[in-house]
């Protein structure tokens, strides 16, 4: 006799989520693999006192000691262990990666919103954003740290204000586009708060193009963080972050390679995952491409 199954409560739901989150992954793998890979960049950071040891720890007599079993990845001109380093430098390009990407959206959401909606205040505020895009972000990076002075949040601010812009203009393009739809000149004609009117029917089309943008604006600010830091504009030296990691070990490039490598790596990986983090995002995001695949 055989017994008949017993289906257990909630059990054909669960199944269905994970059916979905299975198609998904199928579907997009980029996304899968960019967020997987930032998940575990962001796991060595959070969890670096557990996984390195002290990064400001000075050995002379291993100076210069190549990678192996003592030090995985060798050890820098001091002693130092460049592994600890380097896993410590990790939590820096991140949250300045992170920060960057969440304050320079948030700012250039509420900015673009009024730009394309409110025209006598588009036509002040981007000629301003206009002036800014004209300089290059690094050299206004630099001018920024020089007046303020170099530390973790001048970092941050310095990174934000040449990003702002560019999201501006995305979301700028966006409203302009939407704000001639028919249901938005409908809630003009009934009278709707301007206040309603962008957070009710024009905040939610700017939404996908942002976060993709975001993701681009997050890997930019790594990189950018990296070239500060090498060029003694960044982060104080006594904070390892990978770019002055790279930058006290270039003298040092052609005896003991690895104390530039292994921080360039890990930088490029992680550059690399937002990167396609953001590239899976917009496939996934946008409709048009969606339909096709």
Same mark, same amino acid.
């Given at each position: 006799?055989?017994?008949?199954?017993?289906?257990?409560?909630?059990?054909?739901?669960?199944?269905?989520?994970?059916?979905?989150?299975?198609?998904?992954?199928?579907?997009?793998?980029?996304?899968?693999?960019?967020?997987?890979?930032?998940?575990?960049?962001?796991?060595?950071?959070?969890?670096?006192?557990?996984?390195?040891?002290?990064?400001?720890?000075?050995?002379?007599?291993?100076?210069?000691?190549?990678?192996?079993?003592?030090?995985?990845?060798?050890?820098?001109?001091?002693?130092?262990? @460049?592994?600890? $380093?380097?896993?410590? /430098?990790?939590?820096?390009?991140?949250? %300045?990666?992170? #920060?960057? +990407? &969440? *304050? !320079?959206?948030?700012?250039?959401?509420?900015?673009?919103?009024?730009?394309?909606?409110?025209?006598?205040?588009?036509? @002040?505020?981007? $000629?301003?954003?206009? /002036?800014?895009?004209?300089?290059?972000? %690094?050299?206004? #990076?630099? +001018? &920024? *740290? !020089?007046?303020?002075?170099?530390?973790?949040?001048?970092?941050?601010?310095?990174?934000?204000?040449?990003?702002?812009?560019?999201?501006? $203009?995305?979301?700028?393009?966006?409203?302009?586009?939407?704000?001639?739809?028919?249901?938005?000149?409908?809630?003009?004609?009934?009278?709707?708060?301007?206040?309603?009117?962008?957070?009710?029917?024009?905040?939610?089309?700017?939404?996908?193009?942002?976060?993709?943008?975001?993701?681009?604006?997050?890997?930019?600010?790594?990189?950018?963080?990296?070239?500060?830091?090498?060029?003694?504009?960044?982060?104080?030296?006594?904070?390892?972050?990978?770019?002055?990691?790279?930058?006290?070990?270039?003298?040092?490039?052609?005896?003991?390679?690895?104390?530039?490598?292994?921080?360039?790596?890990?930088?490029?990986?992680?550059?690399?995952?937002?990167?396609?983090?953001?590239?899976?995002?917009?496939?996934?995001?946008?409709?048009?491409?969606?339909?096709?695949?």
């Amino acid at each position: 006799m055989v017994a008949n199954a017993i289906e257990v409560p909630g059990g054909r739901a669960v199944r269905r989520r994970w059916g979905r989150f299975f198609e998904f992954c199928g579907r997009y793998p980029t996304v899968v693999l960019g967020a997987a890979v930032l998940i575990l960049m962001v796991l060595l950071a959070v969890c670096a006192p557990l996984l390195a040891g002290d990064p400001m720890r000075i050995k002379p007599i291993f100076r210069l000691k190549p990678p192996g079993e003592a030090f995985w990845f060798g050890a820098d001109f001091l002693g130092r262990d @460049v592994y600890a $380093r380097t896993v410590y /430098g990790g939590r820096i390009s991140l949250i %300045v990666g992170g #920060a960057v +990407a &969440l *304050i !320079s959206t948030v700012l250039g959401l509420l900015v673009g919103l009024l730009a394309g909606y409110v025209r006598w205040f588009d036509a @002040v505020v981007m $000629r301003f954003m206009d /002036g800014l895009m004209a300089i290059p972000g %690094v050299l206004l #990076a630099i +001018a &920024l *740290i !020089s007046l303020a002075g170099a530390s973790l949040a001048n970092v941050v601010i310095a990174i934000t204000v040449p990003e702002i812009p560019r999201v501006v $203009r995305l979301v700028r393009s966006v409203v302009l586009t939407i704000r001639e739809q028919p249901y938005v000149e409908a809630a003009v004609a009934v009278g709707s708060p301007l206040p309603k009117i962008l957070w009710k029917h024009i905040l939610p089309n700017t939404v996908a193009p942002l976060i993709v943008q975001a993701t681009y604006v997050c890997a930019s600010a790594v990189v950018i963080e990296a070239i500060l830091s090498f060029l003694g504009a960044g982060t104080p030296p006594e904070i390892p972050s990978w770019g002055n990691i790279m930058a006290e070990g270039r003298v040092y490039f052609q005896i003991a390679p690895w104390i530039i490598f292994f921080p360039g790596l890990l930088l490029a990986i992680t550059v690399l995952a937002v990167n396609i983090l953001g590239d899976g995002l917009r496939d996934s995001l946008d409709p048009r491409i969606a339909r096709r695949m």
